[in-house]
């Protein structure tokens, strides 16, 4: 029961005390940039409940897909140093939103199109591999079996 309860505690994202102290450190800082990621970052939040079982690959495709959606917004906040103007104007244009949200699901496309092309491959070798030992067990029992026909005559 312990072992169970230690691989679920692993597998989920856990919050620790220096997550809070930087979280606070940018709100104190940079809260419209920090207001700017939040948003974009929301699709990666309703994804993780949605998808509760994707590892760690498939969360790293998305925010791959995601960084590049938030490039322009947050380097927008930035050069505005955070003028909350600004950041509200970047998190309320529809197409910047749009790009968000089908950013996740590209990613998500992407992630479940190479683990069904990665099962297929692996099948297809799996495959090929048990054609060839079956070839090779033909091989052995047919001399096999011409050795023991010529050792009884």
């Given at each position: 029961m312990k072992e169970a309860?230690?691989?679920e505690r692993e597998g989920r994202m856990a919050f620790k005390w220096w997550h809070g102290l930087i979280l606070g450190l940018l709100l104190a800082y940079v809260p419209g940039?920090?207001?700017?990621g939040g948003v974009l970052l929301l699709p990666l939040?309703?994804?993780h409940f949605v998808d509760p079982d994707a590892d760690r690959q498939r969360m790293m495709i998305v925010l791959f897909y995601l960084g590049a959606v938030m490039v322009h917004p947050?380097?927008?906040?930035?050069?505005?140093?955070?003028d909350w103007q600004t950041c509200v104007q970047q998190i309320t244009q529809p197409i910047t939103l749009i790009l968000?949200?089908?950013?996740?699901?590209v990613a998500w496309l992407v992630a479940e199109a190479s683990a069904i092309g990665a099962r297929l491959w692996?099948?297809?070798?799996?495959?090929r591999e048990r054609r060839a030992i079956e070839k090779r067990?033909?091989?052995?029992?047919d001399e096999w079996l011409d050795t023991g026909a010529k050792d009884k005559t």
């Open positions: 309860a230690v691989r940039s920090l207001l700017v939040v309703v994804l947050l380097r927008t906040a930035w050069l505005a140093h955070g968000d949200w089908m950013a996740v699901g692996y099948a297809d070798f799996a495959r067990i033909a091989a052995l029992r």
